[in-house]
């Protein structure tokens, strides 16, 4: 059965979309910790991120490096944290989050609530950056 992200990166599930190209997928996380929190995730569906292949995981982490430095062009934040957990999605993810301070980090404190159009113009403004910074993610 699919996971909820391969029904996203099919198009059976909206997502607020960030950057993807052929093997990855970025979008924004509908539960957000701080605003602009994007979930990076792989194409294939793998459960375990340390189960990828090591150029798999690899070209992942680039993919990663690639969006969050547009998310810190997007966002005002002094850097993006990084987080890979993997229990709640049976599918490989990275998470990351504009921080100020480490306790941004902090995935149990109440989620941050922000409307579909304030979810559509941080997705579109981390784009334009991922477009302009590396149009090759596209």
Known sequence: MPSIFSKIVAGEIPSYKV?????????LDIN???????????????DYIFDLSDEDYTNLQLFAKRIAEAVKQAIPCKR??????????????IHLVPIN??????FFKEKVSLSPDEMKNIAKKISQYAMTSHSEVY
């Open 32 to 46: 957000p910790v701080t605003q602009g929190h994007v979930l990076v995730i792989p194409k294939q569906e793998v």
């Open 101 to 106: 301070e480490e306790a941004d980090m902090n």
């Open 19 to 27: 950057a993807e190209d052929e093997k990855h997928y970025a979008f």
């Open 80 to 93: 993006v944290g990084v987080a890979i957990m993997g229990l709640e999605v049976p599918h490989a993810h």
